[in-house]
């Protein structure tokens, strides 16, 4: 995985990130959407 871009919005954050591997269609760019509660993470949605 490698970083390419991280926004953070009050408790939300959003990692763009390229992931590559042995899988059809690597390298691929996906989106995690991560919700922070007391500085851990609440919730995470992984979106391509």
């Known amino acids: ?9 009050g408790s939300d954050g959003v ?3 390229e992931v590559s591997g ?3 269609g690597s ?3 996906l989106k995690f ?4 509660k007391d ?3 609440d919730s995470l949605i ?3």
């Open 33 to 36: 959407h991560l919700v922070f």
């Open 27 to 29: 390298p691929i760019v």
């Open 1 to 9: 995985m490698k970083p390419l871009q991280y926004d953070e919005s």
């Open 22 to 24: 042995t899988f059809p």
């Open 15 to 17: 990692l763009t990130a």
């Open 46 to 48: 992984v979106t391509g």
């Open 39 to 41: 500085e851990l993470i």
